[in-house]
C-alpha cells in the first residue's frame, strides 16, 4: 500500500564510492521529484521528471545523475560521493498534467552518510 | 526567485495552548501551499493543502490560512498536546514542474 517508496532507508558508504538510490510510486502520478535535506533540515528540489522526461535539474552537480526508466520509477545515481553528500534524500510525486494543484506525496527519505 | 521563510524558527509551549505558525512567501505566483510535520529522523507528513484560490483549509485541530496577495500563510494549532511535537514546514508549489519551495521549518515543543 506505500504510495512512495524509496530504497535503501539508510546508506554508509565512503568517500569515491558510486551509489544508488531507487524511488518507486504506485499512485499513477506523471511527475516526479527529487528533493535534498541538508543537516540543518532545509529541504531544497534536485531534479523533476515528467514521463520519463527531466523538467528540472536545479544546479546539482553532474556526479547526480537521476533516471527515470518509466514514470512510476525515479531513480538517483551519485559517482565519485564526496562528504558533502551526506544528507537525506527525499522522492515525491505528483500529477502535473491536467492540473496545476495536485498535492505532492513523499516517500520515507533515504539517509546517505559519506565517511 | 521564490523564498518561503518560516517564523518563528523554534517554539515552546505548555500543553493545552492554541499557537501560529507564520509562513510567507516572495511570489505571488503559486499553485498551491501545503504544511507538513515531520518528526525527529522520519519523512513528511502532509497536513493541509491550501489552493492558490483558497483562503484556508481545515483538518481537526489544524486551521491553515492563505493570504496569497501578501505573500502569507497562517497554520494554526488549536489545543496543543505533547504529540504535535514537530518541525512543521511550509512550502509553495510553483514553477513549470510544480516543484515545491520549501521554508526552514519551526521546530515546535509542547510540554506536558
Known amino acids: 500500500d506505500t504510495a512512495v517508496s524509496q530504497t535503501p532507508k539508510y546508506l554508509v558508504t565512503q568517500m569515491g564510492n558510486d551509489k544508488s538510490i531507487k524511488c518507486e510510486q504506485n499512485?499513477?502520478?506523471?511527475?516526479m521529484y527529487w528533493y535534498k535535506q541538508d543537516s540543518k533540515k532545509f529541504l531544497k528540489i534536485m531534479f523533476s521528471?515528467?514521463?520519463?522526461?527531466?523538467?528540472i535539474n536545479e544546479t546539482v552537480p553532474n556526479r547526480f545523475s537521476p533516471k527515470s526508466p518509466d514514470k512510476a520509477h525515479l531513480n538517483l545515481h551519485i559517482n565519485s560521493l564526496e562528504l558533502g553528500d551526506s544528507a537525506v534524500y527525499f522522492c515525491?510525486?505528483?500529477?502535473?498534467?491536467?492540473?496545476?494543484?495536485?498535492?505532492?506525496?513523499f516517500g520515507p527519505g533515504t539517509r546517505l552518510t559519506v565517511t | 526567485k521564490q523564498e518561503v521563510t518560516q517564523i518563528p524558527a523554534a517554539l515552546s509551549v505548555p500543553e493545552g495552548e492554541n499557537l501560529v505558525l507564520n509562513c510567507s512567501f516572495t511570489?505571488?505566483?503559486?499553485?498551491?501551499l501545503q504544511w507538513f510535520r515531520q518528526d525527529p529522523g522520519k519523512g513528511l507528513t502532509s497536513l493541509l493543502l491550501?489552493?492558490?484560490?483558497?483562503r484556508e483549509q481545515t483538518s481537526g485541530r489544524l486551521n491553515a490560512s492563505l493570504d496569497k496577495s501578501s505573500g502569507r500563510s497562517t497554520l494554526y494549532i488549536a489545543a496543543s498536546q505533547p504529540g504535535d511535537s514537530a518541525t512543521y514546514l511550509c512550502?509553495?508549489?510553483?514553477?513549470?514542474?510544480?516543484?515545491?519551495?520549501f521554508g526552514s521549518g519551526t521546530q515546535l515543543t509542547v510540554l506536558p
Open positions: 511570489d505571488s505566483a503559486i499553485y498551491n
Open positions: 512550502a509553495v508549489k510553483a514553477g513549470s514542474a510544480r516543484q515545491l519551495t
Open positions: 491550501i489552493q492558490s484560490s483558497q
Open positions: 521528471y515528467n514521463n520519463k522526461e527531466l523538467i
Open positions: 499512485l499513477g502520478h506523471d511527475t
Open positions: 515525491a510525486s505528483s500529477e502535473l498534467a491536467g492540473g496545476l494543484s495536485y498535492e505532492q506525496y
